[in-house]
Every structure is written in structure tokens, then in C-alpha cells.
């Protein structure tokens, strides 16, 4: 019960973010951004126990420090590499937590899977050729979390092949629209300036945040009643 009044708050205030956000608002939403995470990660705490806890509780806690870290990414590019280093952890337990999840090897829909693989490589491909000229010294870090960020939506195709429904689609889309994001804010500060930017990837980005983390719960109690 707990989690549920929890996970309706994250949304109510995750509105309210946004619309603040869309508004311009920066000198609230500053203030404010640093608490979106937390109503996620006390909303897994309060969770009934499960073996894969600890490591969802780890991704959220690198998301909230590298959300935190990111507040003062215009100061210097220092806390922007701090920001994407704590991101990159993140997305690593992400894909430590996913593949914990696993408990078959994949032997359905290979082409399906296969055609999955090859679009995320694509993808990969894609973005560093987008972004290449724009990277200079940062060309390696971007290379390495954009892989890091592909291995973690294969994983999470893997298990969308493997994993009962519904949790399997909310995770595997949370996972697909986290690379979205973080696909927004790469080509904002390295290619082009983006109308309504700071909307667009705090929507995804919590919106990728609530689907994983309700995947997981559902994935880990079937009876949990969540919006």
C-alpha cells in the first residue's frame, strides 16, 4: 500500500515538475529536481523483499547523484562529466539488474531478438556518427556510455522475449525510452539547440524511470495494483 500511495505521489509531483519546466520555471524546478528520484527509491524501499532489490536501489541512487551532479553542468564541463559518469553506473546495475531477472536462456522470436540487436547497433552507430564531430576530447566517455546504454536496452529486449506481461513491455519500453533520453540530451548539448529541450528529456527521462521500476515490481509481485 505504501509503495502505491508513494509511486502516485512520484506522478502527481512529476507533473508538476513538468509543468513547471514547460513554463520556463528554472529557478523552481532547480530546486526541485533533486527530489523527483527519491519518491522512486522510497517507493522500492517500502517494497515487499526481492533478490534483484539492492541493485534497483543502487540504479536509482546513481540517477538521483548524477541528476543532482548535472544541476551545475553549466558552471563547468567537470560536473557534466561527473553527471554522465554517475548516469553510466546507473545504467550499469540497470544491466546488472535485468540480467539478475533472467532466468532463461532465450529460445523463442530469435528473429524478432535478432532484428532487435541489429537496430540497437544501428542505433549506436548512428548517434556517434551524429555527434562524432562535435565530441572532440569527449569522443571515448560519449563512445563508452552510448554502448553502456546499448547493452542495457539489449538486455532489457532479452528479457521483454523471457519475462511474464505486462512487466516485460513496461520494462522494456521504460529501457527504450531512457535511451531516448538520454539520445535527446546528447544531441541538445552536442548538435543542435532543441525546442522545449528541458521538457522533452525530463519526460522521457521519468517516464523511462517509472515503467523500469514498475516492471520490476510487477515482475516481482504479481499482485501489486499500480497505475
Known amino acids: 500500500m505504501k509503495t502505491t500511495i508513494i509511486l502516485k505521489s512520484f506522478i502527481a509531483f512529476s507533473i508538476f515538475y513538468l509543468i513547471l519546466t514547460l513554463l520556463g520555471r528554472d529557478d523552481i524546478t532547480s530546486f526541485l529536481k533533486p527530489f523527483l528520484i527519491p519518491f522512486l527509491i522510497?517507493?522500492?524501499y517500502f517494497h515487499d523483499n526481492f533478490k534483484s532489490?539492492?541493485?534497483l536501489l543502487i540504479a536509482l541512487v546513481f540517477s538521483?547523484?548524477?541528476d543532482i551532479i548535472l544541476l551545475f553542468s553549466n558552471k563547468a564541463e567537470i560536473y557534466f562529466m561527473g553527471g554522465l559518469?554517475?548516469?553510466l553506473l546507473s545504467h550499469i546495475f540497470f544491466i546488472l539488474l535485468f540480467n539478475k531477472q533472467l532466468k532463461m536462456y532465450l529460445k523463442k522470436s530469435k528473429i524478432i531478438y535478432w532484428i532487435g540487436i541489429t537496430a540497437i547497433i544501428v542505433y549506436l552507430i548512428a548517434i556517434m556518427l551524429i555527434l562524432m564531430p562535435n565530441l572532440g576530447e569527449l569522443i571515448l566517455p560519449v563512445f563508452i556510455y552510448a554502448m553502456t546504454i546499448s547493452i542495457m536496452l539489449l538486455f532489457a529486449l532479452k528479457g521483454f522475449m523471457n519475462w511474464e506481461k505486462p512487466a516485460n513491455t513496461?520494462?522494456?519500453i521504460g529501457a527504450l525510452i531512457f535511451v531516448a533520453s538520454d539520445s535527446l540530451l546528447a544531441f541538445d548539448k552536442f548538435y543542435a539547440l532543441l525546442q522545449y529541450s528541458s521538457f522533452l528529456i525530463m519526460l522521457t527521462y521519468l517516464l523511462a524511470q517509472y515503467l523500469?521500476?514498475?516492471g520490476i515490481l510487477?515482475?516481482?509481485?504479481?499482485?501489486l495494483q499500480i497505475l
Open 42 to 44: 522510497v517507493a522500492v
Open 170 to 172: 513496461y520494462i522494456f
Open 218 to 223: 510487477k515482475l516481482n509481485k504479481k499482485k
Open 212 to 214: 523500469i521500476v514498475i
Open 53 to 55: 532489490k539492492k541493485i
Open 64 to 66: 538521483w547523484i548524477g
Open 85 to 87: 559518469f554517475a548516469f
